[in-house]
């Protein structure tokens, strides 16, 4: 046995020998004592040359802009990476629309969506009986990314409207600023038929009627409600097609109009098929959409939860090369990387969210969901939903 260690030992040294063992370029090797040499000094580093300032990202490029580009109207690049030559403003009050948090400046699109909001408030309130708009943001003046709130909104073809009425009265500057939008959701897989009403129904449908809209984005429980209540509002159900889930549309609804015909350079998404939605996809969607209420309201009770890994913020280099020229057009001198944000684009930033967050599961909705829930994937450890 002693034997058998002495051996095992002597094996052991060696093999540690044979390891400290080092390879030089010239060829050969070289035994290094490590416990004996002293190591080798620290080759001293040459100071580098400061790399040249970069430019900032593209949402503070453009969220610092406070006028529109004063060229040809034209929507650039794709609704999540783009910009808007020739923006046009919608009057913040209309016969039957109030464009709200007016500090954001963000009620600016292309002429055809201006025109579209005007056109749909006015028939919304004569076929349907909706009091009138409130809108919600549209673009910045030259469109591009925003420093707060969206992906999309970039090419002057998006905007958000308010599932709350418009109040029969002019509001202030300050009640615009102030006034909370309205949950039509009762928890975070339901709406609550108290509060999403026939007229909210009519409204959406009269929203997705239009050829030039593309697409309306609804929370995934509003896409539900819309598909059982179809039935009531005639027997064309075509409209509903264009009406998809997505996340946090809960107190307002999201119209993106296609590209106008023959615009160079403003890039479509795939027009939607003639799937009304309502079976297989919103089955999905209601899947993750349990998923994310469930790791929103563990997360909650975790002390230890980790926030979600930020994405690289867009650049004017990943944007369509005519979005420089849209940004510097009419002498405009762009924000540079050492400049401080304008106080427009601040107060832009801290202005207040349009309404309240998603509603969370309680206690016993959560322990009802991870006993009961037939969940056909497993929880994920991030928020799908980010
Ligand atoms: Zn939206």
């Not at 290094?32 to 949402?59: I, Y």
Request: hydrophobic share 35%.
């Amino acid at each position: 046995m002693r034997r058998l260690i002495l051996s095992l030992t002597v094996l052991l040294c060696c093999s540690g020998v044979a390891a400290a063992q080092m390879k030089f370029p010239q060829g050969g090797t070289k035994s290094v004592a490590t416990s004996v040499e002293k190591p080798m000094p620290k080759p001293v580093k040459k100071k580098k040359t400061p790399p040249p300032p970069k430019s900032p990202p593209a949402k503070e490029l453009f969220g610092s802009v406070t006028e529109s580009a004063p060229i040809a109207a034209r929507a650039i690049g794709s609704y999540s990476k783009g910009c808007l030559a020739g923006g046009m403003s919608l009057p913040i009050d209309g016969p039957d629309w109030q464009v709200m948090r007016l500090s954001r400046n963000r009620n600016w699109g292309s002429p055809q969506l201006v025109q579209f909001l005007e056109r749909l408030s006015s028939d919304a309130r004569a076929l349907d009986g909706w009091p009138g708009l409130l809108v919600g943001d549209m673009s910045q003046p030259r469109g591009g990314p925003m420093l707060t709130g969206h992906t999309s909104h970039q090419v002057g073809l998006d905007a958000d409207i308010w599932l709350t009425p418009m109040p029969d009265r002019t509001l202030t500057p300050e009640e615009r600023e102030d006034i909370s939008a309205v949950t039509m959701l009762k928890d975070p897989l339901t709406v609550d038929p108290n509060v999403f009403t026939d007229l909210h129904v009519k409204l959406i449908r009269r929203a997705a009627s239009y050829p030039q809209v593309a697409r309306i984005f609804v929370h995934p429980a509003i896409k539900k409600s819309l598909c059982q209540r179809a039935d009531k509002f005639g027997k064309d159900q075509s409209w509903l097609a264009k009406v998809r889930p997505w996340w946090n549309h809960h107190y307002h609804f999201h119209i993106r109009l296609a590209c106008p015909d023959g615009m160079a350079g403003c890039v479509n998404q795939n027009p939607v098929t003639g799937d009304l939605g309502c079976g297989k996809e919103l089955d999905n969607w209601y899947d993750m959409l349990k998923k994310s209420a469930i790791w929103t309201a563990q997360q909650e009770f975790d002390p230890d939860a980790k926030p979600a890994p930020k994405k690289n913020p867009l650049r004017l280099t990943d944007l369509p090369g005519d979005c420089k020229t849209v940004l510097t057009s009419g002498g405009y001198e762009p924000l540079t990387a050492d400049a401080e944000l304008p106080p427009e684009a601040i107060a832009a930033m801290e202005t207040k969210e349009a309404g309240p967050s998603v509603p969370r599961l309680d206690e016993a909705q959560l322990q009802t969901l991870l006993n009961g829930g037939k969940l056909s994937m497993p929880i994920p450890d991030r928020n799908p939903i980010r």
